[in-house]
C-alpha cells in the first residue's frame, strides 16, 4: 500500500497521542518496528504556535523515520494554514485529527465532534488537501454515538477530497475510552473505500494484530496505548504475522538499556527539569507492563513502591540510576553510562542503533562526562530549540 509516495508492506504504525508521542517516543518506536508514527496533535491556532509546547511538537530535527503531523482545529483555512505551516516545518504527511474525543478539542468543535457535520469535513479535508503538497491522512471514530455512526459515509468523503489514508478506531465519540472497540463498522469502512484503511483500537498483542487485520481486511493496524512501556510491540506484531511464532518479550537487561536511554532523550529534550517530570509517566508504564503485569503481589507491590519513590526525584542522574538499579540490580551503574561510538544522528549526541531483526535495540548511552550534569540550556525557553547542550 501506498500514501503519496510513501510504500508500505502491512505498516504496523504508532497512534497520535498528545502528552506521549512526542519525538523521543517516536524515535524509540521508529527504532522498534514502527513503520509510521503519527506527531502529537498541532493546534490549528496561531496564537498557540509560539507557545513552548507547540514549538516542541514541531521539532522534528533527528527524526528517524517519516515525519507525520497531526492537526486539530475546526475551520478549514485555519487548518489548510496549519498545514502548510507544519509542512514547512519539515512534515512529510498531514494527519487530520477527527478521532479525539477529548473535551478540550470537542468543545470547540474540533476532533471526533466534527463528524457530525459532514459538510464541514468536506471543506476541512478539501481546504488542507489543496493547502499542501504532501500526503494528507485523516483519523477517525466510527461516528458520533451507537445511533450514528457514520464512519463509512465521511470514508468516502474522505477519499472523494483526496485524503490518502484513513485511520479508524473502533469507538464513537460518546463511547470515549468505554466498552470494546468493534472492528465491525472498520470492517465496512475497508470494502467502501478504495484507501488505505488502518484499523486502530483496543489492539494490544500479536495475535491480537492477527484477529484484527483478519476482523477488518485493513491494510495496517495502528497501536496507541499498548505501545505505551512497550515499544517492542511493533517489530513483536511484525514477527508474529510473518513468522507466526511469538517472540519471547524483552528481559528487563534489554528494558533497562532502552527505558535508560528513552529517559537521556527525554532530558535531552525537553531539559532537565520537565524531562524528568515527562520521564515518570513513562517509567510507570515500563513498570506496569514490566512487573505489575506478572500477576504477582509481590512484585506489583514492590514496582508500585518503587514508582512512589521514582517520582519523587527531580534530579536526572537520580532517576537514571534509580531506574538501572531497580530493572538491572546486577548491572554495574556505570556501565549504564559508558563510552560509545561517534554519533549517527547529527542533532542528537545519544546513539541509538536499531536492530530491526529482532526488538532488541543496540543501545550506547553517552558518558558519565555529559550525564549526570544537568543541562544548563532551558530548551523551553529557547526560541530556536536547539536540542544540543
Ligand atoms: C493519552 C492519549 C492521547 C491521545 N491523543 C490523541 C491525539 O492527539 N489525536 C488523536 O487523533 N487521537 C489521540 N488519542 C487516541 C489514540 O490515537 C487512539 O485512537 C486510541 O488510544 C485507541 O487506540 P488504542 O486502543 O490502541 O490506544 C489519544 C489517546 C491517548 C490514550
Known amino acids: 500500500m501506498n500514501i503519496g509516495q510513501y510504500t508500505f508492506n502491512t505498516p504496523i504504525i504508532l497512534a497520535p497521542m498528545a502528552g506521549v508521542t512526542d519525538r523521543p517516543f517516536r524515535n524509540l518506536c521508529y527504532q ?3 513503520d509510521l508514527c503519527v506527531s502529537e496533535m498541532v493546534t490549528s491556532e496561531k496564537h498557540l504556535w509560539d507557545t513552548r509546547k507547540t514549538k516542541l511538537r514541531l521539532n522534528h530535527k533527528g527524526e528517524q523515520g517519516i515525519r507525520s503531523v497531526q492537526i486539530a482545529g475546526t475551520d478549514p483555512a485555519k487548518l489548510a494554514a496549519a498545514a502548510q505551516f507544519n509542512m514547512h516545518h519539515g512534515a512529510q504527511i498531514i494527519d487530520i485529527n477527527m478521532g479525539c474525543p477529548a473535551k478540550k478539542v470537542c468543545n470547540v468543535l474540533a476532533g471526533s465532534a466534527l463528524l457530525k457535520n459532514e459538510t464541514l469535513v468536506a471543506e476541512i479535508i478539501s481546504s488542507v488537501v489543496n493547502a499542501v503538497d504532501v500526503p494528507v491522512t485523516l483519523k477517525i471514530r466510527t461516528g458520533w454515538d451507537q445511533y450514528n455512526r457514520n464512519a463509512v459515509n465521511i470514508a468516502k468523503i474522505a477519499e472523494q477530497n483526496g485524503i490518502q489514508a484513513l485511520s479508524v478506531h473502533g469507538r464513537t465519540r460518546a463511547d470515549a475510552y468505554q466498552g470494546e ?6 470492517a465496512a469502512v475497508k470494502s467502501a473505500v478504495a484507501i488505505p484503511v488502518f484499523a486502530n483500537g483496543d489492539i494490544t498483542d500479536p495475535k491480537k494484530a492477527k484477529a484484527v487485520l483478519e476482523a477488518t481486511n485493513a491494510d495496517g493496524l495502528m497501536i496507541g496505548r499498548a505501545a505505551q512501556g512497550n515499544p517492542w510491540i511493533f517489530n513483536q506484531i511484525k514477527h508474529y504475522l510473518t513468522e507466526n511464532t511469538l517472540l519471547s518479550p524483552p528481559d528487563n537487561t534489554e528494558v533497562c538499556q532502552l527505558l535508560t536511554t528513552h529517559l537521556q532523550h ?21 513498570l506496569k507492563n514490566q512487573f505489575a503485569k506478572t500477576g504477582d503481589d509481590k512484585d506489583r507491590q514492590h514496582s508500585e513502591s518503587f514508582r512512589r519513590q521514582v517520582n519523587q526525584v527531580d534530579e536526572a542522574s537520580i532517576q537514571l540510576e534509580l531506574v538501572s538499579e531497580f530493572f538491572n540490580p546486577n548491572l554495574d551503574p556505570a556501565n549504564t553510562r559508558t563510552h560509545m561510538a561517534p554519533a549517527t544522528d547529527p542533532y542528537n549526541d545519544i546513539n541509538i542503533l536499531g536492530n530491526h531483526n529482532k526488538y532488541s535495540a543496540q543501545i550506547f548511552i553517552r558518558s558519565t562526562t555529559q550525564y549526570p550534569t544537568p543541562c544548563k540550556h532551558d530548551h523551553l525557553q529557547d526560541p530556536d530549540f536547539n536540542i544540543n547542550c
Do not use: M, N, Q, S
Not at 181 to 186: G, H, K, P, R
Open 32 to 34: 522498534l518496528g514502527a
Open 181 to 186: 472497540a468493534e472492528y465491525e463498522t472498520i
Open 266 to 286: 527525554l532530558y535531552d529534550f525537553y531539559g532537565e527539569h520537565a524531562g524528568v517530570r515527562i520521564a515518570r509517566k513513562h517509567i510507570g508504564w515500563y
